[in-house]
């Protein structure tokens, strides 16, 4: 329960751009695939182009950014939040958690060729 209820704030919270697409408005951590998923949660707040954006709160940009070269910290980024990025441990399944790191890490001028297995993120379970 506490964690569905962290999920109702966490849609609350998020930028009316991104409550508006269509993926926020059915089953968010339905899609599959990292595209997919980067689109419907994590563009909300990094913004579609990943360069992040400044205003009320901070959201860094992801887009070029070095420190996505060590696959581990995205991981326990998305794993475990830290200060305003939220944990997705709870809402998403390995393959998704694999899927949209390895995604960020090599699109938007990152170039990290290096991948995280879904049994990395099992292992943090
Ligand atoms: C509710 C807004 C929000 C959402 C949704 C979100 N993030 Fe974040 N993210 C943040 C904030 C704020 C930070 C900065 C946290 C800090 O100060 O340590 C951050 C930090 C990060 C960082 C570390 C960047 C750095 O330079 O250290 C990564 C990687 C990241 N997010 C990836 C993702 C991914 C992948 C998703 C989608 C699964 C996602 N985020 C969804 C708000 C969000």
């Known amino acids: 329960m506490i964690r569905k209820f962290g999920l109702v704030l ?51 940009a992801l887009a070029a950014n070095p420190r996505l070269a060590e ?20 809402h998403f399944t390995n393959g998704q958690v694999a899927d949209v790191i390895n995604f960020v890490r090599s699109h938007f001028g990152n170039r990290y060729r290096d991948k995280v297995t879904e049994a990395e993120v099992q292992a943090l379970r």
Do not use: I, N
């Open 71 to 90: 696959a581990g910290y995205v991981l326990s980024m998305v794993m475990d939040g830290h200060k305003g990025m939220p944990p997705f441990r709870g």
């Open 10 to 60: 966490l849609l609350l919270t998020l930028p009316a751009s991104a409550a508006d697409t269509p993926d926020m408005r059915g089953s968010p951590f339905a899609m599959q695939g990292g595209e997919a998923v980067y689109r419907g949660v994590c563009q909300g707040c990094h913004m579609a182009d990943a360069k992040g954006a400044s205003g009320a709160a901070a959201y860094p």
